[in-house]
Nanobody
């Protein structure tokens, strides 16, 4: 069992930065791949970025490539999402998710545990 709690969301102007954190509980956290997804009002949840259990590989959605960076600190049971050059279209609730197994996926249905989400609002 893994419990996830996101933090770090907020309101920021376009071009600004935010860093989201996702703290995980559970002794097997380091064996899970982790992902970030987001959901804007009236839209389906979409993949943002994922990282393998060992941090050996990452996978970014094209819309955030070059602006967002995922990282994880297994000693702290935490995964981070650094978001730079934010755009109004990045506005959404951001969710972190954990997937059993070491390799990531871009499909939400492959993830086993989800956080409650944190709101990110980017003003123009």
């Amino acid at each position: 069992q893994v419990q996830l709690e996101e933090s770090g969301g907020g309101l920021v102007q376009a071009g600004g930065s935010l860093r989201l954190s996702c703290a995980a509980s559970g002794r097997t956290y380091s064996s899970y791949a982790m992902g970030w997804f987001r959901q804007a009002p009236g839209k389906e949840r979409e993949f943002v970025v994922a990282i393998t259990a060992s941090s050996s590989s990452t996978y970014y959605a094209e819309s955030v490539k070059g602006r967002f960076t995922i990282s994880r600190d297994n000693a702290k049971n935490t995964v981070y999402l650094q978001m730079n050059s934010l755009k109004p279209e990045d506005t959404a609730v951001y969710y972190c998710a954990a997937k059993r197994g070491t390799f990531y996926s871009g499909r939400s249905r492959d993830y086993d545990y989800w956080g409650q989400g944190t709101q990110v609002t980017v003003s123009s």
